[in-house]
């Protein structure tokens, strides 16, 4: 009865009709359809917080933003609050009450940028070092150093 439960979002006459739902049920489905209601579904070009990135996200599945991310992860999945994320997708015609669905946390880390101004410059400078066996060489003395210490 949990599966038609999760189910009950999309069709709630069909399961009242096989048998009456008990009190809690019906708390659970009135729960569930309200939190569902309050999800923004979105499709198409997403700009993501911050514009690290746009998300193109096709018809075949859905982008929560991490208000209802957050929703999604602590008041229906039960997950501690505080996950930082920018969204998530989910697969169209599924909800985060379905028991075989999946959903995906987008995240990003600005770590490891390198721009490429800097990065030409980094190429340029160990392209001199190996030309000279500078790396090389530093390397060995250090080594001798650790040795002979």
Known sequence: MITGLFLALFSIQVIAEEAPLTEEQQKYIAWAKSLWDKVDRQQGAIKLPGNVATLNVPQTFYYLNPKDTETVL??????????KTLGMLFPAGT????SETYGVTIEYEADGYVSDEDAEEIAHVQRGNLASGGMLRESQSTMRKQDAG
Do not use: L
């Open 95 to 98: 909800t985060p009450f379905d």
């Open 74 to 83: 602590t008041e229906i999945w039960g997950n501690p609050p505080g996950q």
